[in-house]
């Protein structure tokens, strides 16, 4: 019998024992968690502040002082032996492209591998994700389709929706239907695969600009439901 003076890769304890390690080292050198994201951390003095997002063993870091970067890559290294992989390009399937004064983030790589899988690499593309005036219900009487397919499709155009956020409707509506699944559903959540094929360069665009304005837009149609 042996007793562990430190938690093994690929034990199960393993990852909990690492975060317990990591964000001890934090709070210990000043940094703060979000409230509502445990992974997200900052450090605030002054005007200078750095914030790190912290996933498994791979972090993120910004700041607006090169000083706090240097000094923070430089205690890394030494207290956990990492390496500094230089400017993101790509994080968890996120391509990121960064320029002097706007920043782009896209999922090119994965919408092709997306549709890859499913088969769709080739479709014909179209210019809206649901059709218009396609109302889905529960119980259409029409055929049932493979629960697993359809489940599939739907867990990846949810993952997508992070740099898609207009997508979110249109794939909550898919969710719905995910007990039971016919070929109406399948065919609408193909349908959003076809609009992905033809839209699979887009993403999100951040420009430095003070004169930006975030607004929201809603259309609630409860007389339409046709399930309640």
Excluded at 187 to 212: M, P, Q, W
Aim: glycine content about 6%; overall charge neutral.
């Amino acid at each position: 019998m042996y007793k562990l003076k430190k938690a093994l890769y690929g034990l199960k304890q393993a990852p909990r024992a690492w975060y317990i390690r990591i964000h001890g080292y934090f709070k210990s050198v000043g940094f703060q968690t979000s409230v509502s994201e445990p992974s997200l951390y900052f450090n605030k003095n002054g005007t200078d502040i750095l914030i790190i997002y912290l996933y498994v063993d791979d972090l993120i870091f910004m700041d607006n002082n090169n000083k706090i970067n240097e000094e923070f890559q430089t205690q890394m290294m030494v207290a956990f032996k990492m390496k500094d992989l230089g400017l993101m390009s790509y994080f968890l399937g996120l391509e990121v492209h960064q320029m002097q004064d706007e920043i782009f983030v896209s999922r090119t790589k994965y919408v092709k591998d997306m549709l890859k899988k499913f088969k769709m690499e080739n479709c014909t593309s179209v210019e809206i994700p649901i059709a218009h005036g396609e109302d889905l219900c529960k119980e259409d009487g029409k055929p049932k389709v493979n629960k697993k397919e359809y489940r599939s499709i739907v867990g990846s155009l949810m993952f997508l929706t992070n740099t898609r956020s207009y997508l979110q409707f249109s794939v909550s509506l898919m969710e719905r239907y995910m007990s039971d699944p016919s070929i109406a559903h399948l065919n609408a959540a193909k349908g959003i695969l076809r609009y992905v094929k033809g839209t699979i360069d887009y993403g999100i665009h951040y420009e430095c600009n003070s004169k930006f304005k975030l607004s929201d837009f809603s259309d609630s149609d409860w007389g339409n439901d046709l399930d309640d």
